[in-house]
């Protein structure tokens, strides 16, 4: 059974930085044949993308919201996506969720809170 954790939120103070981790088990195929995604979820607001990288971590993409402040980065040896997150701003509040997926089927994780205020 596959299962996604993600790791590595809290509270931070506006300008400050994060760095998340997702970790994925249980897999039917080699990590590094996934594709992987952070998205995010603030009280009263969709769920929305946020970054995305690739199966062979060759090519990664951002919401606009996260150009610039926020890198997805792989480590297949691991099972392990990253999300780090700088410049962080009181509006990055949410619950941030990865998704692992392959061909059609994918799997979230159960998410980690990320809070930024002073």
């Known amino acids: 059974q596959v299962q996604v954790a993600e790791f590595g939120g809290g509270l931070v103070q506006p300008g400050g930085s994060l760095r998340l981790s997702c970790v994925a088990s249980g897999l039917p195929f080699s990590f590094s044949l996934y594709g992987v995604s952070w998205y995010r979820q603030a009280p009263g607001k969709e769920r929305e993308l946020v970054a995305t990288?690739?199966?062979?971590?060759?090519?990664?993409n951002y919401a606009d919201s996260a150009k610039g402040r926020f890198t997805i980065s792989r480590d297949n040896a691991k099972n392990t996506v990253y999300l780090q997150m700088n410049s962080l701003k009181p509006e990055d509040t949410a619950v941030y969720y990865c998704?692992?997926?392959?061909?059609?089927?994918?799997?979230w994780g159960q998410g980690t809170q990320v809070t930024v205020s002073s």
């Open positions: 998704f692992v997926v392959r061909w059609s089927r994918g799997t």
């Open positions: 990288i690739t199966s062979a971590g060759s090519t990664t």
